[in-house]
């Protein structure tokens, strides 16, 4: 069974600063990656994917995202935070298994970037 | 471009009522539907997938059910709705996957459900 992990429930950082979101994965397989946001009482916004090629993807709003195949790792990274940019941020794992398209996500980690 | 609906944007239900929710799909065909349930603001729990018409696949055995009576609706339901219940609820579709191609999932904007 495929599954994500989010070890930090929340992150703070000053505006300006570089920020890093941590995610490590367990799949079987090659691994389908995706990084979401959600604003307060929002739907998720789709920010970036690693299906297959460079190491470092990019994104929306600036963001990028390293995948690490020996660590298991696809941690997102921003180089200057926002204030704009407090959100939750979930990583998720496709199920590579079907075509249905399930994703498993992680707990989620609360982004608060103080001005 | 895509558009994802849902409706209601919030509800608030007594123990023990029905439960009807409604999402729809614009602007693309043939698509793969999900439910989930977001507690507390954390993380999402798949309640249900669809890969087409008439199509269901529930995750988690609950009193909750749901339809695909057209390509692009989602519909999710309960006969007698639990305090447990509660919650932040999210339809999203995704692209159905090709050979290789691999899509992400675009999410509605939920409803917020409280069950008293």
């Known amino acids: 069974a495929q599954s994500v992990a989010q070890p930090e429930d929340q992150v703070n950082v000053a505006e300006g600063n570089p920020l890093t979101v941590k995610c490590t994965y367990s799949?079987?397989?090659?691994?389908?990656l995706f990084w979401y946001v959600q604003y307060p009482n929002r739907g998720l916004q789709f920010l970036l994917k690693?299906?297959?090629?460079?190491?470092l993807v990019k994104g929306s709003y600036g963001f990028e995202a390293e995948f690490n195949k020996s660590q298991t790792s696809f941690h997102l990274k921003k180089p200057s935070a926002l204030v704009s940019d407090s959100a939750l941020y979930f990583c998720?794992?496709?199920?590579?298994?079907?075509?249905?398209?399930?994703?498993?996500f992680g707990d989620g980690t609360t982004l608060t970037v103080k001005p | 471009s895509q558009t994802i609906h849902q409706w209601p944007a919030t509800l608030v239900q007594p123990v023990g009522s029905p439960l009807s929710l409604e999402c729809t799909v614009e602007?693309?065909?043939?698509?793969?539907l999900y439910w989930y349930r977001q507690a507390a603001g954390r993380g999402l729990q798949l309640l249900f997938y669809?890969?087409?018409?008439?199509?269901i696949s529930s995750e988690v055995p609950q009193n909750l059910s749901a339809s695909r009576p057209q390509d692009r609706q989602f519909i999710l339901s309960s006969k007698k709705l639990l305090l447990s219940d509660s919650g932040f609820y999210l339809c999203?579709?995704?692209?159905?996957?090709?050979?290789?191609?691999?899509?992400?999932?675009?999410f509605g904007p939920g409803t917020r459900l409280t069950v008293l």
């Open positions: 602007g693309t065909s043939n698509p793969n």
């Open positions: 799949v079987s397989g090659n691994p389908y």
């Open positions: 669809s890969v087409g018409i008439g199509q």
């Open positions: 999203a579709w995704s692209v159905r996957a090709s050979g290789r191609l691999i899509y992400e999932q675009f």
């Open positions: 690693y299906i297959t090629g460079d190491n």
């Open positions: 998720a794992v496709r199920d590579t298994n079907t075509n249905a398209g399930k994703s498993t």
